[in-house]
């Protein structure tokens, strides 16, 4: 799977300030792995086998993170995303098969953060883990009691809420408050899927990945975006938030 090196830690990995991580996986081998080098480097790590050591940890203290795997006995890793997201914020970072990739669009469609494959080296989801927490971080520095206006919808960022003019509310995953942030940052300009990338994940995109094409579309789906006049694809730039005017 991977192989955890002595060398491979900075003297800044070593001293960052504790985060707890909750790692769920069913593979005993991934867990003490995972556990051995992400301690090392400066967080506190929780495992779990299943969904049920998982929420006795969750309720005794909420981590900052959790790395969740697909395939776990009882309660698989989607439906466990799926009854985190209804009670929390907490950013996930699923862990999947290398060929499951309507695994990995179905989770970040039911508000999981992030993905990877069971490839991966230790680096990088060591990055991963951090570009999230710093993501994380901003969302919640953002949260100053300000309430965005822009055409039938009211967007409260301390809530983490949509509000149709309805009455009609839906609360936001990390990946879709951090992405309608930006968007209403930037309204009318064209944004890179490296742009986008870089804001959501804290990394550049990968060309053959359908993550940012996921979040467009389930941010679409929130603003009733049948038709694909307010989130415009922009042929060879990427995408744009059109909008004429927007109130505070």
């Known amino acids: 799977m991977f ?121 990088e989801l060591l990055a991963r883990i951090k570009a999230l927490l710093r993501r994380s971080q901003f969302n919640r520095s953002a949260a100053t009691g300000r309430q965005i206006q822009f055409l039938d919808w009211t967007f409260d960022t301390v809530k983490r809420q949509l509000i149709h003019h309805s009455g009609e509310v839906t609360q936001l995953s990390g990946a879709d408050f951090s992405l309608l942030s930006l968007l209403l940052q930037r309204p009318n300009q064209p944004l890179s899927r490296d742009d986008i990338a870089r804001f959501v994940w804290g990394r550049d995109a990968d060309p053959l990945e359908r993550g940012i094409d996921v979040q467009m579309s389930r941010l679409r789906k929130h603003l009733r975006d049948e038709d694909r006049t307010i989130i415009i694809t922009v042929r060879n730039k990427g995408y744009m938030l059109a909008l004429d005017s927007m109130g505070d």
């Open 3 to 123: 192989v955890v090196c002595s060398g491979d830690l900075t003297r800044r990995e070593k001293t960052l300030h504790k985060k707890t991580i909750l790692v769920v996986d069913d593979s005993e081998e991934i867990r003490d792995a995972l556990s051995e080098y992400l301690g090392r480097s400066g967080f506190e790590v929780l495992t779990a086998a299943d969904g049920e050591e998982m929420w006795q940890h969750f309720h005794r203290r909420e981590p900052h993170l959790i790395v969740l795997d697909i395939m776990l006995p009882g309660d698989d890793g989607l439906t466990l995303c799926r009854k985190i997201r209804t009670r929390s914020h907490v950013p996930i970072l699923m862990l999947t098969a290398v060929c499951d990739e309507v695994d990995r669009v179905a989770g970040l469609e039911i508000g999981a953060d992030d993905y990877m494959t069971k490839t991966f080296s230790p680096r």
